[in-house]
């Protein structure tokens, strides 16, 4: 299973991005889908993540501002980052629990910076 990421860039403060992760691969069930962030000298942190079902998380930094879905015809999990702060600048990874496997993608880097 690959998780293929795409969609970080530079953006101004206030601005948005919308990432974009697609898994691809020999896939029967996609369980979890999400989305976590590092920023240098800090830990790799949850985001936000959804459910097969719907369900979503959302870690508090980013309540309000960030909004998780996914195409399930697509194997794919998108970030909708509105309002973005320099303080979300870091490497976005995103990270699917397939047939009850856990899987990363490769970062991409969201800068936010004027």
């Known amino acids: 299973v690959l998780l293929q990421a795409s969609g970080g860039g530079l953006v101004q403060p206030g601005g948005s991005l919308r990432l974009s992760c697609a898994a691809s691969?020999?896939?029967?069930?996609?369980?979890?889908m999400g989305w976590y962030r590092q920023a240098p000298g800090k830990q790799r942190e949850l985001v936000a993540a959804?459910?097969?079902?719907?369900?979503?998380y959302y870690a508090d930094s980013v309540k309000g501002r960030f909004t998780i879905s996914r195409d399930n015809t697509k194997n794919t999990v998108y970030l909708q980052m509105n309002s973005l702060k320099p303080e979300d600048t870091a490497v976005y990874y995103c990270?699917?629990?397939?047939?009850?496997?856990?899987?990363w993608g490769q970062g991409t880097l969201v800068t936010v910076s004027s």
């Open positions: 990270n699917a629990i397939v047939d009850l496997q856990f899987y």
């Open positions: 691969g020999s896939i029967f069930s996609i369980n979890v």
């Open positions: 959804i459910t097969s079902g719907a369900s979503t």
